[in-house]
């Protein structure tokens, strides 16, 4: 993403009142947003995604600590590199979709830092919740005007273990950390 529009863009985090309104509500375009992973897997990495279902977003340009971001994800739909890691991803040692279908990300914290933000919150895999913070950056469409903020794309980064989680399936073949992107393009309501 350019670096103007990160700028401008925190640029709006920073200002006063004068700058924007009150907080705006954002809805979710599924077709645009994806949520991805990778493990090691010996020497190899193993990637996948898992697909977003619900999104809600509350930007607060005049207070940063007012956003808010809940996410769902549809744990049946979870796809991998390769079929058997899809398999085993969605089965009972690992992410366990029969019993736990939904995956969610609730924050309870947002706060600037360098050029974006980190969202500390509450991630709830297999029923076992852990509070992991995840970096977030904005951005807006190439081109579009400097106050426009209808429609925003946010990428979030993160790392979390999965043995955390109970997701212990296959720890002699596969790594524990798991690396997560997640990119989001939101459209304001109304």
């Known amino acids: 993403m350019p670096r103007p529009i990160i700028l401008a863009l925190l640029a709006a985090l920073a200002a006063g009142p004068a700058a924007q309104a009150a907080a705006i509500d954002y809805q979710l375009d599924p077709s645009a947003s994806t949520v991805a992973f990778e493990t090691d897997f010996g020497p190899d990495l193993i990637t996948g995604s898992i697909p977003l279902e619900v999104a809600d977003l509350r930007l607060d340009f005049d207070n940063v600590k007012n956003c808010t971001v809940d996410v769902v994800l549809d744990v ?26 939904r995956m969610t990300f609730e924050s309870t914290s947002v706060k600037r830092a360098g050029e974006g933000a980190d969202i500390t919150g509450n991630l709830t895999i297999r029923g076992v919740t852990k509070r992991v913070t995840l970096k977030a950056r904005i951005s807006r469409p190439s081109g579009s005007d400097a106050n426009d903020f209808s429609q925003l794309t946010v990428q979030m980064t993160g790392r979390v273990n999965r043995s955390d989680f109970g997701a212990t399936g296959w720890s002699d073949m596969v790594g524990d950390e798991v690396r997560i992107i997640i990119t989001a393009r939101i459209n304001a309501k109304g």
């Not at 796809?79 to 040692?93: E, H, I, R, V």
């Open 76 to 101: 049946s739909g979870a796809k991998a590199s390769f079929p058997f890691a899809a398999q085993a991803l969605k089965g009972p040692k690992v992410l366990n979709a029969a019993e736990h279908p």
